[in-house]
């Protein structure tokens, strides 16, 4: 990583330091039985994500499941606890491509990796468009989610 010019710390990434191919490991992420009911019971209280009993007896995925929406928050907090938060954002540009390809069960342990598949340099407004592949993937090296991220990211030289 380069020097920062004043205005970045020194540890912070900018739109300049990114390039194509860039492949970022995420952290882990061990999700229990009390996560997913608790995340489901506030936003998205469906009997598969809230009732192991009946999600068992009654449901397609033979158990509990998380929600998708908590799939996807998870990914983000790996994002952030992983590189994001190194980076000098400005904010989300969008979501893409998402796709949940396996149901998160109680006890999956999730990790993954981002890539940088796309830089636009804007120069002129001080900022990168940084388009990502990401996918989260379980203990069993399953992917549970792909999507392609966007953001913002501030350029050092304005």
């Given amino acids: 990583m ?7 710390p020194a540890h912070t990434t900018c739109g300049e330091d990114l390039s194509p191919g860039d492949r970022i490991e995420l952290c882990s992420y061990t999700i229990s039985t009390d996560d ?7 936003w998205d209280p469906l009997f598969f994500h ?3 009993e009946r999600a068992t007896t009654e449901g397609y995925f033979g158990g509990l499941i998380a929600s998708g929406v908590q799939t996807l928050a998870i990914y983000q907090r790996l994002t952030v606890d992983s590189f994001v938060q190194h980076w000098d954002v400005i904010g989300g540009a969008g979501i893409s491509d998402l796709q949940f390809r396996k149901p998160v069960r109680p006890g999956d342990i999730l990790t993954g990796s981002t890539v940088v598949k796309n830089i636009e340099l804007q120069p002129d407004r001080g900022r990168a468009r940084v388009d990502c592949f990401g996918e989260l993937i379980n203990q069993h090296a399953e992917p549970v989610l792909v999507l392609t991220m966007s953001a913002y990211v501030r350029m050092r030289s304005t």
């Fill in 36 to 42: 997913i009911v608790k995340f489901a019971c506030q």
């Fill in 2 to 8: 380069s020097p920062m010019k004043s205005g970045h």
């Fill in 50 to 52: 809230v009732d192991e």
